[in-house]
C-alpha cells in the first residue's frame, strides 16, 4: 500500500471509532444496560486503562476508560463543560456547537463527527446534565435526536449512552469515561469494534495533559 493509502486507511479507522466516540454519551454507567456490563480489560496506554463489554442487542462494544488527572475536580468539569472547545482535544471531533443552555446545569449540544468518503459525516444531538456530589460529580450525556431539525447532508444518530464519572483523589481526580453507541454505518461491526480502544486513550491523554497544562 502506498504512503496516501496508508494515510486514508489511518484516517478512516480514526473516524470509524469517532463515531462511536462522539458525543451520543448519554446514560451513566450505572444507569441503563450499562449497569450489567460484564467489563473485559482491553488494552493500558499512556496512563489510561480500557475496558470492553458487549452490550444484548447491539452488534457494537461498549468501552469504559479510566485515568487520573493532577487536578482537582473543579478544573477537569470545567473542561468538560466547555463543549465548543472539544474538538481542541477530543480525538476526532470537528465541531460542537452550544444550542441550549438551561440553568443550572442542563445543556443541549451538537457534535459533528467526519466521516470518511464515500459516508456522509455524523452528527448527534444531546442533553448534558452536571450532577455534582461531595464524592462523586457525574456528566451525563442523553441523546436527545429529535430536539432540533435534521442539519441538511449530515446524518443523525439515534443511539447512544455514556458518562464521565469524576471522583477526588489525594492526587487530583479519578475519571471513568463509559460509553456504547452505534454509529449507523454499513461496516462490519467486528472492523469497529477491533479498534474500540484507541479512541477513548487518545481522548483522555488530550484531557490529562489539557487539564495538567
Not at 478512516?12 to 466516540?21: D, G
Not at 468538560?80 to 474538538?87: N, S
Not at 455534582?132 to 460529580?137: A, C, D, H, P
Not at 469494534?193 to 479512541?199: E, H, I, K, L, M
Given at each position: 500500500?502506498?504512503?496516501?493509502?496508508?494515510?486514508?486507511?489511518?484516517w478512516?479507522?480514526?473516524?470509524?471509532?469517532?463515531?462511536?466516540?462522539v458525543?451520543?454519551l448519554p446514560?451513566?454507567?450505572?444507569?441503563?444496560?450499562?449497569?450489567q456490563?460484564?467489563?473485559?480489560p482491553a488494552?493500558?496506554?499512556?496512563?489510561?486503562?480500557?475496558?470492553?463489554?458487549?452490550?444484548?442487542?447491539?452488534?457494537?462494544?461498549?468501552?469504559?476508560?479510566?485515568t487520573?488527572?493532577?487536578?482537582?475536580?473543579?478544573?477537569?468539569?470545567a473542561v468538560?463543560?466547555?463543549?465548543?472547545?472539544?474538538?481542541g482535544?477530543y480525538?476526532?471531533?470537528?465541531?460542537?456547537?452550544?444550542?441550549?443552555?438551561?440553568?443550572?446545569?442542563?445543556?443541549?449540544?451538537?457534535v459533528?463527527?467526519k466521516?470518511p468518503f464515500?459516508w456522509?459525516?455524523?452528527?448527534?444531538?444531546?442533553?448534558?446534565?452536571?450532577v455534582?456530589?461531595?464524592?462523586?460529580?457525574r456528566?451525563?450525556?442523553?441523546?436527545?435526536?429529535?430536539h432540533?431539525?435534521?442539519?441538511?447532508?449530515?446524518?443523525?444518530?439515534?443511539?447512544?449512552?455514556?458518562?464521565w464519572l469524576l471522583?477526588?483523589?489525594?492526587?487530583?481526580?479519578k475519571?471513568?469515561?463509559?460509553?456504547?453507541?452505534?454509529?449507523?454505518i454499513?461496516?462490519?461491526?467486528?472492523?469497529v469494534?477491533?479498534?474500540?480502544?484507541?479512541?477513548p486513550?487518545?481522548?483522555?491523554?488530550?484531557?490529562?495533559?489539557?487539564?495538567?497544562g
Open positions: 500500500m502506498t504512503a496516501v493509502g496508508l494515510d486514508w486507511a489511518m478512516m479507522r480514526r473516524s470509524l471509532l469517532s463515531l462511536l466516540l458525543w451520543v446514560v451513566s454507567a450505572g444507569e441503563g444496560d450499562l449497569d456490563a460484564i467489563w473485559e488494552r493500558e496506554d499512556r496512563g489510561v486503562e480500557v475496558f470492553t463489554a458487549d452490550i444484548p442487542g447491539s452488534k457494537f462494544l461498549a468501552f469504559q476508560a479510566t487520573v488527572i493532577a487536578a482537582p475536580v473543579a478544573d477537569v468539569l468538560l463543560t466547555e463543549h465548543p472547545k472539544y474538538p482535544w480525538d476526532n471531533c470537528a465541531e460542537v456547537e452550544l444550542i441550549e443552555y438551561q440553568q443550572p446545569d442542563t445543556a443541549f449540544i451538537r459533528v463527527v466521516t464515500p456522509a459525516d455524523r452528527e448527534a444531538v444531546n442533553r448534558v446534565t452536571v455534582e456530589g461531595e464524592q462523586l460529580t456528566v451525563v450525556l442523553a441523546s436527545e435526536p429529535n432540533i431539525r435534521l442539519t441538511p447532508g449530515l446524518v443523525r444518530m439515534q443511539i447512544a449512552k455514556g458518562s471522583t477526588p483523589l489525594p492526587e487530583g481526580t475519571i471513568v469515561h463509559t460509553y456504547h453507541g452505534d454509529p449507523m454499513r461496516v462490519p461491526a467486528w472492523l469494534n477491533r479498534f474500540v480502544v484507541d479512541g486513550i487518545n481522548t483522555l491523554a488530550n484531557l490529562r495533559k489539557r487539564v495538567e
